[in-house]
């Protein structure tokens, strides 16, 4: 059984790279993704699958009823690409100016349909239902939340027991390491509003008007003094001011400053501790140097937190299909988010990187995702798809 999977998967491969590539030509951005919600069902068409598609956004649900009642298990993949100008110089490099799948999306998506194939195939022997999701919209807007909203987590008509999320990395990890971790995965990623007010005048006699511009500096670097006085090292913040926008002239002094800066943490109450302080720090900043600020954290996505017990799940299976050195127990969170983590809110399951670095390359110098570099061998699909199809098996089989 373990084996007849991958070789079932290995003999769909062809057809797994020429999806993924067809995909990956024609990339698009955001919620609406109809070329590839249409490739999606083509690859699924035949199949004896449920199939509903999104009202909002251009999902697709697909629904797998074992010929046994049982469980209910849910696999997804994201399908959305990024606004960036590839420069890859592959032979099936995108076609669309100005889009890119330079997070491995395209991969994410062929290997969900792979899975879906090949569970479809055992559906005589098979004890209750799998839900593939195929998901728009993760790099930006929460797609995840949106689906869920429409229903994707009753698809099958109970609640499943597991989820389960597969993502490619063009670099860090080796190509074919699957690296997972209890608890926290991915960090919380939150932006932080700033606007400081003050009240503007002639360069040459700042005393008689309000400068933002020096207090929005030393807003600046006490946001990064934060971060090493009020947090534990061991459960730390990520602050970053990617933003700061004040003035139009040397001698002038404008009326406001501007920052924006996202804000990661990695447990929820680094979360709401570093909520708390920072807007309590730039306030009371302002109001030193006589000014005011209004500060605004916008929630970005959660804390994407493994079950410990799924993650055995997963580790068991690699090790057992792959061999034990395939699977890293990784000891680190990593600092992206993933809007994965709203499923992982309200169903126990993990979310597991797999290495796709290229061949030739070193994965400690490829570029990475979302870089216009960024390369993803897909090479990977066989044994991506392998795993999302024993993850469903031996879950259902576990009852
Ligand atoms: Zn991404
Ligand atoms: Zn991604």
């Given at each position: 059984m373990v084996t007849e999977v991958h070789s079932d998967a290995v003999a769909i491969s062809a057809e797994l790279t020429e999806l993924r590539r067809a995909i990956h030509r024609e990339p698009e951005i955001g919620f609406e993704l109809p070329r590839t919600q249409e490739k999606v069902l083509a690859a699924l068409d035949g199949l004896p699958l449920e199939i509903t598609t999104g009202r909002a956004l251009t999902s697709v649900t697909a629904v797998l009823r074992g010929a046994r009642p049982g469980q209910t298990v849910l696999l997804r993949g994201d399908m959305d690409a990024l606004p960036v100008t590839e420069?890859?110089?592959?032979?099936?490099?995108?076609?669309?100016?100005?889009?890119?799948h330079a997070c491995g999306h395209d991969l994410h998506t062929a290997m969900l349909a792979g899975a879906a194939r090949l569970l479809s195939s055992r559906q005589p022997e098979l004890s209750g239902n799998v839900i593939f999701m195929f998901q728009p919209g993760e790099e930006e807007g929460g797609g995840a939340r949106v689906m869920i909203s429409e229903g994707v987590l009753d698809a099958a008509g109970s609640r499943p027991v597991a989820a389960f999320g597969l993502h490619v990395a063009s670099?860090?990890?080796?190509?074919g390491i699957y690296s997972a971790r209890d608890g926290t995965m991915l960090a919380a990623a939150d932006t932080l509003e700033i606007t400081v007010h003050g009240r503007g005048g002639h360069g040459s006699q700042p005393h008689r008007a309000d400068d933002p511009i020096p207090a929005a500096c030393h807003i600046v670097t006490a946001l990064q003094t934060l971060v090493t006085r009020r947090f534990d090292v061991f459960d730390p913040v990520v602050i970053t001011v990617g933003s700061f926008h004040a003035g139009t002239a040397s001698n002038v002094i404008p009326d406001e400053a501007e920052l924006a800066v996202t804000v990661r943490s990695f447990s929820p109450a680094a979360r709401a501790a570093v909520q708390d302080a920072a807007l309590r720090l730039v306030r009371d900043i302002a109001s030193a140097h006589g000014l005011s600020a209004t500060a605004e954290f916008v929630d970005g996505y959660p804390l994407t937190v493994n079950n410990s017990g799924e993650v055995a799940v997963a580790e068991r299976a690699v090790t057992e299909l792959?061999?034990?050195?395939?699977f890293l127990r990784t000891p680190d969170p990593i600092t992206g988010s993933e809007d994965f983590s709203y499923v992982l809110e309200q169903v126990p399951g993990a979310f597991i990187m797999l290495g796709a670095c290229p061949p030739g390359a070193d994965p400690a110098t490829a570029p990475f995702n979302h870089a216009a570099e960024a390369v993803f061998d897909d090479a990977v699909l066989a044994d991506g798809a392998t795993l999302l199809t024993e993850l469903a098996l031996r879950r259902l089989a576990a009852g």
């Open positions: 420069r890859t110089g592959l032979a099936y490099a995108s076609q669309v100016d100005g889009a890119m670099s860090l990890l080796p190509f792959f061999g034990s050195q395939r």
